[in-house]
């Protein structure tokens, strides 16, 4: 579904990310984990053509996408989901929601209308809050808007960059399990997440970043095993706090 291979990207002379190279399968939900600056969401940005790289390519499907304009990405099938969210405060739920369809909404209204009430279906937190502002939402809440703006583009691959940032632990399982839904669905997403044991508990596959390169890869099984991200991402005592809980 998607492939990146050998891309490297540039902030200003800053050589952010260096000759990343991955796969995601369809249906799959990749995890990007790794400390604050390792250069996460500088790939998700790259993936969605906010930062452009400089060599390497990125592919939906066998098409090379590398080189097409941040809205091309989106009919093209790339969909980002920002982190903290960056709902429209002054709109309402629904109306965030049928933002995320833009490039249809004018081509079939009726369609995309009847689409956003389905998303709507998918988080049951926000049923009779269609018309409420999003920016008078919970953190929790506005993020499941967010998440349902990032559906509602249609993606081949949804894009989530840290959304578990600035939520209690309660409410990041629940945005946990909405993405393990999504998945059991057939979405197709890369999580990028600071929250290494949140994020490796619903991936089927992960990879660890560090100061712009991937370091570990393997099945979320494997890494959550791995002492090297137990001792650097999940904390001393990880697997005995499992075990009492």
Same mark, same amino acid.
């Given at each position: 579904? +998607?492939?990146?291979? !050998? ?9 952010? #990310? ?28 790259? $993936? ?12 939906? &499907? ?7 304009? %941040? ?52 988080? %049951?937190? $926000?049923?009779?809050?269609? &018309? &409420? ?5 919970? !953190? ?14 249609? %993606?081949?691959?949804? +894009? ?5 940032? !600035? #939520? ?13 839904? $999504? ?39 494997? #890494? ?10 999940? !904390?001393?005592?990880?697997? $005995? ?5």
């Amino acid at each position: 579904m +998607l492939r990146v291979s !050998g891309v490297n990207t540039f902030h200003g002379h800053i050589h952010v #990310l260096r000759n990343i190279s991955f796969r995601v399968k369809p249906g799959q939900l990749v995890a990007i984990i790794g400390a604050n600056g390792a250069g996460k969401s500088t790939l998700l940005g790259t $993936l969605a053509s906010l930062y452009p790289p400089r060599d390497g390519l990125v592919a939906i &499907e066998g098409e090379v996408v590398t080189k097409y304009r %941040p809205d091309i990405m989106v009919k093209k099938g790339i969909s980002l989901v920002p982190e903290r969210r960056q709902v429209f405060d002054g709109l309402s739920v629904l109306d965030n929601f049928l933002l995320g369809a833009y490039h249809r909404y004018n081509k079939d209204r009726k369609t995309v209308n009847q689409e956003a009430q389905e998303v709507l279906e998918l988080f %049951p937190a $926000l049923k009779g809050k269609e &018309e &409420e502002y999003a920016g008078n939402l919970s !953190g929790g809440l506005q993020q499941m808007v967010a998440i349902g703006r990032g559906l509602m583009a249609k %993606p081949k691959v949804l +894009l989530l960059d840290e959304p578990s940032v !600035g #939520l209690a632990p309660m409410v990041v399982k629940e945005i946990m399990g909405i993405l393990k839904g $999504l998945k059991e669905r057939g979405t197709t997403i890369v999580l990028v997440e600071q929250n290494a044991k949140a994020a490796l508990k619903v991936a089927d596959r992960a990879y660890v970043m560090e100061r712009g390169e991937m370091i570990l890869e393997g099945t979320a099984s494997e #890494l959550l095993k791995d002492p090297r991200v137990e001792h650097a991402y999940l !904390g001393k005592g990880y697997h $005995l706090a499992e075990e009492v809980s």
